[in-house]
């Protein structure tokens, strides 16, 4: 599987070093830092801890760490901290029961490293709030949130998945949009020309949505498309903003967000931060900080500089 090393630097070898881990369904982010010198980063696949095999979960891990190598880095990990979606932490739980694979590996290359596993709530929160207390929103092809006290997260509004809610992610906005295509609710010509730029029959849909692999990051895929008809139709416009709405209105507002300011993590987000402050505004909603990924924040924050 390929890597992608982002940056040159060779200046890590044989420092002691933190190995931070940002890790979704469709791709994972290693970051190995040390005080002092600039990161050096590695992208590899996804890991669902919860369902992937074993010997998946290794492969990938070696491959990190084999480019991590090449660069003359990771010699000595003295901190590994490993932050995953959907990963459950219990209150006094060190390891959770979908890591317990994952740490065998991590143990097996780097014994004697103090090992952290956390979920990407907290990751987000520590990405956009740092030490300080503050409301984190993830709005990527899912959404999730929630109040963070400045070292835990104590409350969160459930998220629920792409069904039951993920107000304000993308995978929200197509399943909005194809709800209304099927039934024939999005005006022409819009419509004609959604139809003709995807394979959007009613079987293949269903197909896609109820039987599919990964029904969410299908319904998101057309995301893209929509918001390009943003400026142009008000159908789009209309919907768009909307999506943003249902976040504010059944996730953020259960938050005192007169009181703390919110932080905004993920992609879909991040690309249509114009729209989102524009709806936001009238609420009152103080954003502090908006990124892609958690993954500079978490650097920050680990670095002490946060």
């Given at each position: ?172 906005l197509g399943r909005m949009f194809m709800s209304d295509f ?125």
């Open positions: 599987m390929p890597f992608d090393v982002r940056n040159d630097y060779l200046l890590l070898k044989f420092r002691i070093m933190m190995l931070i881990v940002e890790s979704g369904a469709t791709k994972t982010d290693w970051c190995a830092v040390a005080p002092g010198v600039e990161p050096v980063n590695v992208r590899t696949p996804g890991m669902n801890l919860a369902t992937m095999p074993q010997e998946s979960i290794e492969e990938i891990v070696r491959e990190a760490v084999s480019a991590f190598r090449k660069e003359g880095v990771v010699d000595d990990v003295a901190e590994v901290h490993f932050y995953a979606a959907g990963l459950i932490v219990a209150d006094g739980e060190k390891l959770p029961r979908q890591a317990r694979g994952l740490d065998t590996v991590l143990r097996s290359l780097f014994p004697g490293a103090e090992m952290e596993y956390a979920s990407d709530l907290l990751d987000a929160a520590r990405a956009v709030c740092g030490h300080k207390p503050g409301i984190a929103a993830i709005m990527g092809t899912g959404s999730n949130s929630c109040l963070y006290d400045g070292e835990k997260v104590v409350k969160n509004v459930r998220s629920a998945g792409f069904i039951l809610g993920d107000e304000g992610g993308g995978a929200r099927l039934k024939g609710l999005v005006p022409e010509p819009v419509s004609s020309d959604f139809a003709k730029d995807f394979e959007v029959d009613y079987m293949t849909v269903v197909q896609n949505v109820y039987r599919g692999d990964a029904p969410s990051k299908y319904l998101g895929s057309f995301a893209p498309w929509i918001l390009e008809r943003y400026e142009t139709c008000e159908y789009v416009r209309d919907l768009v903003e909307q999506n943003f709405k249902d976040f504010i209105e059944r996730a953020l507002k259960q938050y005192d967000i007169s009181r703390y300011p919110v932080g905004v993590i993920g992609g879909f987000g991040y690309a249509n931060r114009a729209i989102l402050e524009k709806v936001a505004e009238p609420y009152g909603i103080r954003f502090s900080t908006m990124a892609a990924t958690p993954i500079e924040g978490l650097v920050e924050y680990h670095l002490g500089r946060k």
